[in-house]
């Protein structure tokens, strides 16, 4: 005992010491009343300094694990660990259904996973590389320099203050009217929109979307047991028609739609259509959840309004925003805008779920963004991920023999095959050639989409996406 | 127009004059084909540099709201922003009832709040004085310059792996066997007992615990539709006899306690009854969540395991544990042990509502706890907050007429009064004089508790506890 003790570099020696005697007294090896070595003993015997000793028998003490009586030594308390009966549950015969659902929908668990050497497109996460490091260090250093302690204790469920204030003007900007209305500060898209369904929507009730639609938004949709009204999009977004139809048929109580960079088929909706849809759902009186998704990686010049501002002084819209696929989506900062009597309703929600989000990230946040950081890094993602988006456009029509090829920006672009094709035979078959995209069934609803796939390309060089992009084509080939 | 820009000093230049030009586009106050003046004359105009308005018209052309054509200047472009019919929702008359029920179960928006000038005994969040932040930054930029960029994208589910692996260790260190057992990190505690009682309870359940019982564990039962069993306590602990009879009385399927500083009444239970208790719940097969609520907060020297401890390898006791009560609870970082399956079912839940909890904030927390500074930073929390206990409870008995004085150790103590007493007209009669703290009832189930309240006083001066306690207790004679 004591000079089997192996120390590491990554901790202190002090704690690594203690942590060894209290399992030797947790395991029974110690008893109570036995004396430790004294620290000078004990110093020579492990090879540290008696002050390293000294320091993990005080810190026993403090913990009740040992007792320090002066000039007669360091003693063993009485520590009965009186283990119980080892009474087993079986857990998994009392899941509920919500646990084994959200289990069945988790894609992360069945799809099949990335492996070492494989050129991957499954991913639409930002390529991290891009960040700009130093602006977020200096936004901590200045903004932990100011109100370090506040930012560290408990803050409010809306959100930080200064960051909403931030958000609120850039809505501003995007031509969102914000009078009667508010934001709340989530943890992502994801937190907002389960948030939303929670507030306003229960088990049984129609809920229209855009079909395929986003795979995060399907999981949830569904573990709220909401019924799913999905309806086929054209080049230039949802197709009016059948929205025109859906909505007449079904007992529709809220739409959800991604006008931008539309995940997973990158399409944008055009102005015209814009104007149209909001038209069509104004006249069910039906509320409608937009997605900003990804709306700041315009690479064209032209202004696109986002539902929220067409509606102008009008509460119907409820924006869900997220940088998290532009800018960190490490740190799970989104928000959501609408009418601010439903803000301050989602607001208690918020509290009973998780209190609020992280006060210190959405501080730093605050103070990147205010710094004009957004923009400056915009300005170098624009132009990086544009060059990627038109390479991988080229390459996609050279290489992959399609029916389509969707996607007018962002971060990936969408394949449609022959009716014939299955895009799973040709994932397994290209994960064989190492290399991985995502199946576009996982996007829709009543089972359409099985001669789709999206291909994410924010992290890949060219050459990546030449070869990748070109395995992919052979295996189609080989399969017709 | 131009001339009337006021600009300040917290964002760039730039930024401020393009969103100025923004939103006179937006208003329609410049229309399509309007020549901006020359960036020559605008810098006149405004008494910038030049080339703060070249960035500015450089913005505005990158988001599309200008063309700015070589040798002929710069061009509002076509927004056509055509509001909509202003299209309002009555959104409170389609709130769910969970909604209804959280902003009714929020008592942010419901009790008396702190006034400036106050002495405030509500709050038992931890004094952010005693916050060592130089340790902290220490640990931010450490662990920043190592992996920076893989932090701020998207991480893991589950939790970030270095700081798993220490709380197992910490777990360890408590005496848990962690064989078969896994970790999930959550947002605090909150996140934790919500996804818990997601996974393994359906409106009806039966669950039991101690009453009173932590005011936010009362409301997300609530939420989730539970029939809360309370069970009465005693000095050191839930009442074994009652328990018995509530076990046998009851379809209970979960239980909830919280052995260690109990919230509200302070309470330690007594190693006896720990073992006591949970022999009782493995006769009933009835499994257990424990709220390892500011167990580091321990003035006494001996030690405590907990009951996720005494089960030795058993897999019946979900531990929820947080460092929030004592350390950074802005961060919002808890976690929960569990069976290693069960686990896994939490982490898609996890997945589902927020994706994962900030990575970022996880890697701060684990260079801070790896480096060695959360046993530094107890030691002196631990010293400072005995003296204010000590203090607060000297000051309770010498100023405050009342039945019961309850707590031993943490960050508050609990008073119980004669029956014939009212806390809440106690509160009305202090507040009125400048002094607030937490009515009892809130804590309790089945209607009792009236006669009680909770005094925190992490964040308060010794002349404030001494002052503050002599009106509460001046007031209670009063009413006498």
Redesign the interface.
């Known amino acids: 005992m004591f000079s089997d003790i192996s120390l590491t570099d990554?901790?202190?020696l002090?704690?690594q010491i203690r942590?060894y005697i209290?399992?030797m007294i947790?395991k029974g090896l110690l008893s109570q009343g036995q004396k430790l070595p004294s620290t000078r003993e004990l110093c020579n015997t492990i090879g540290v300094s008696r002050n390293t000793i000294i320091l993990a028998y005080e810190?026993l003490?403090?913990?009740?694990?040992v007792?320090i009586i002066k000039g007669r030594g360091t003693f063993v308390?009485d520590?009965?660990?009186?283990?119980?009966?080892?009474?087993?549950?079986d857990?998994?015969s009392?899941?509920?259904p919500?646990?084994h659902l959200?289990?069945q929908?988790?894609i992360?668990?069945h799809e099949s996973r990335w492996q070492k050497g494989m050129i991957s497109f499954k991913?639409i996460?930002?390529d991290?590389?891009l960040?700009d490091?130093d602006d977020?260090?200096r936004a901590?250093?200045d903004r932990?320099s100011l109100e370090?302690?506040?930012?560290?204790?408990?803050?409010y469920?809306q959100g930080y203050k200064p960051l909403i204030d931030y958000l609120m003007?850039y809505m501003?900007?995007k031509?969102v009217k914000t009078q009667g209305k508010d934001i709340l500060v989530?943890?992502?898209f994801?937190?907002g929109f389960?948030m939303v369904l929670?507030?306003?929507?229960?088990p049984g009730d129609h809920i229209l979307c855009e079909n395929p639609t986003h795979n995060?938004a399907v999981?949830?949709m569904k573990?709220h047991g909401l019924e799913i009204v999905g309806v086929d999009m054209e080049d230039d977004g949802i197709d009016l028609d059948k929205l025109q139809e859906a909505l007449s048929n079904n007992p529709v109580?809220m739409g959800f739609l991604i006008p931008s960079y539309h995940n997973p088929t990158g399409i944008v909706m055009s102005?015209e259509k814009r104007?149209e849809v909001?038209?069509t759902f104004?006249r069910h009186?039906v509320?409608l959840i937009e997605d900003g998704f990804n709306e700041e990686l315009?690479y064209?010049?032209?202004?696109?309004?986002p539902l929220a501002?067409?509606?102008?002084?009008?509460?119907?819209i409820i924006y869900i925003g997220s940088l998290s696929k532009v800018l960190?989506?490490?740190?799970?900062i989104g928000w959501i805008l609408g009418?601010s009597?439903?803000i301050?309703?989602?607001e208690?929600?918020k509290?009973?779920?998780?209190?609020?989000?992280?006060?210190?990230?959405q501080a730093i946040l605050y103070e990147y963004l205010?710094?004009?950081n957004l923009?400056k890094y915009?300005?170098k993602a624009?132009r990086i991920y544009r060059e990627k988006y038109d390479y991988a456009l080229e390459c996609a029509q050279r290489y992959i023999p399609c029916k389509k090829i969707l996607g007018e920006g962002g971060l990936h672009i969408f394949i449609e095959l022959d009716h014939n094709l299955n895009a799973r035979k040709v994932l397994d078959e290209c994960i064989r050639q190492n290399v991985i995209f995502m199946p576009g069934d996982i996007f829709y609803i009543h089972g359409k989409g099985a001669n789709t796939f999206r291909l994410g390309f924010a992290r890949c060089t060219p050459e990546e996406i030449r070869q990748g992009f070109k395995i992919i084509g052979d295996v189609i080939r080989g399969l017709e």
């Open positions: 990554d901790k202190p002090y704690i942590d209290k399992q947790l810190y003490e403090d913990e009740g694990f007792q308390s520590i009965t660990i009186d283990y119980q009966d080892e009474w087993n549950m857990w998994t009392r899941l509920t919500y646990a959200a289990n929908l988790d992360v668990k991913s996460a930002p991290d590389k960040f490091l977020f260090k901590f250093l932990f370090g302690e506040k930012l560290l204790n408990y803050g469920a003007g501003e900007n031509g989530t943890n992502g994801t937190e389960d929670s507030a306003l929507t229960e995060t999981k949830i573990l109580s102005p104007v909001l038209n104004a009186r509320p315009r064209s010049g032209s202004h696109l309004s501002a067409l509606c102008g002084r009008g509460n119907s960190f989506p490490g740190l799970r009418d009597h439903l301050s309703q989602l208690s929600i509290r009973s779920r998780n209190i609020h989000s992280s006060f210190l990230d205010a710094a004009g923009e915009l300005k624009r």
